[in-house]
């Protein structure tokens, strides 16, 4: 197994080494100065990209958004929160994906009918909760996912 050095023992070892030879360079003399630290992470000049600054915007809108006791970072219990709430808007859209055969952001009426006729049929395209089977457990997730559209 081939191992990478670690940068900073390393650039701890530079500066150590660095100290050492300015110890023995000015055995006597008081006037000389120690050699500075060699930087850890040189700092950068360069612009954040669109894409970096987009990104931390959404984070920290996200993090505004979730973080319910103000301090200004997501505590485990707000992660929590913020994850479900992903997951539900992502299985939302799922529903969108599958039963909304007009397109219209929204399953209507007839889109319901249409999945009872599959349902009726034995189709797997009324499998609504995933488990390759068509019951009623997929009649209750079809109602639940309906109900939760915004009217």
Do not use: C
Request: proline letters at 8%; charged letters at 20%; aromatic letters at 6%.
């Amino acid at each position: 197994m081939r191992r990478t050095p670690n940068l900073l023992a390393g650039l701890t070892a530079l500066s150590a080494l660095a100290a050492l030879i300015w110890l023995q360079s000015s055995r006597g003399s008081r006037a000389a100065k120690p050699p500075p630290p060699v930087a850890a992470h040189p700092p950068t000049t360069a612009p954040p990209s669109p894409g970096a600054e987009r990104t931390k915007t959404a984070l920290e809108r996200a993090t505004a958004r979730y973080d319910t006791d103000g301090d200004g970072r997501l505590s485990a219990d707000e992660w929590t929160a913020r994850h479900a709430a992903l997951v539900q808007q992502a299985a939302d859209n799922l529903f969108l994906l599958h039963y909304d055969l007009d397109h219209s952001a929204r399953v209507d009426p007839a889109e319901v009918n249409t999945f009872l006729d599959w349902y009726r049929a034995g189709s797997l395209r009324a499998d609504v909760n995933g488990d390759a089977l068509v019951n009623a457990l997929d009649l209750q997730a079809m109602m639940e996912a309906y109900q939760r559209q915004p009217r």
